[in-house]
Antibody
Framework: QVQLVQSGAEVKKPGASVKVSCKAS????????IHWVRQAPGQRLEWMGW????????RYSQKFQGRVTITRDTSATSAYMELSSLTSEDTAVYYC??????????????WGQGTLVTVSS | DIVMTQSPDSLAVSLGERATINCKSS????????????LAWYQQKPGQPPKLLIS???ARESGVPDRFSGSGSGTDFTLTISSLQAEDVAVYYC?????????FGQGTKLEIK
């Protein structure tokens, strides 16, 4: 069965960076795009970007351009999201989510369990 | 960016009754070349990630009970639960995937009356 297992909760200071991992299993990793979506307290879900796990191509939301980097390691069947220059407004649960297709279709058929990132001085 | 607006923000329905959630997009998400609406619905229960219910506005995912249905086209969409069950208590989100950045509605909290 398809599973996306994310790394554990993080507490970071303002200005720091965080890197969240997402290990995929139960399907051919390079056959799908992986997206990252976050959910801040009381806010709607927010799409951050995607990576084509096959060819490594990425696309980011303009809101996070320059601060977010999404990578993947095919040998580890894992995707990673790094967010830099953190502020308190980045406090959120971060999700990885699988696209049903190799090339971005834009919706998400399986989700990781979420990783809480807390930014606090 | 496309703005997705759901109504109502919260909804209380009796068990066995119909629940209807609306979603409106600030511009059409119907792609004319393939006549598909780029609209999905998700269910999120407390402490869990969202779960995909419906894609392409009306295509129910495998394993989703048939009491869930999606309809609409262009800018106006509806998620209907035909006979509310206790396990349907959750927050429901619509999402457009017509263009990036993909955007979500603010969510509709569904409770039992």
């Amino acid at each position: 069965q398809v599973q996306l297992v994310q790394s554990g909760a993080e507490v970071k200071k303002p200005g720091a960076s965080v890197k969240v991992s997402c290990k995929a299993s139960g399907y051919t990793f390079i056959g799908n795009t992986i997206h990252w979506v976050r959910q801040a307290p009381g806010q709607r879900l927010e799409w951050m970007g995607w990576i084509n796990a096959g060819n490594g191509n990425t696309r980011y939301s303009q809101k996070f351009q320059g601060r977010v980097t999404i990578t993947r390691d095919t040998s580890a069947t894992s995707a990673y999201m790094e967010l830099s220059s953190l502020t308190s407004e980045d406090t959120a649960v971060y999700y990885c989510a699988r696209d049903p297709r190799q090339y971005d279709s834009g919706y998400f058929d399986y989700w990781g369990q979420g990783t809480l990132v807390t930014v606090s001085s | 960016d496309i703005v997705m607006t759901q109504s109502p923000d919260s909804l209380a329905v009796s068990l066995g009754e119909r629940a209807t959630i609306n979603c409106k997009s600030s511009q059409s998400v119907l792609y004319s070349s393939n006549n598909k609406n780029y609209l999905a619905w998700y269910q999120q229960k407390p402490g869990q990630p969202p779960k995909l219910l419906i894609s392409w506005a009306s295509a129910r995912e495998s394993g989703v009970p048939d009491r869930f249905s999606g309809s609409g086209s262009g800018t106006d969409f509806t998620l209907t639960i035909s006979s509310l069950q206790a396990e349907d208590v959750a927050v429901y989100y619509c999402q457009e995937y017509y263009r990036t950045p993909y955007t979500f509605g603010q969510g509709t909290k569904l409770e039992i009356k």
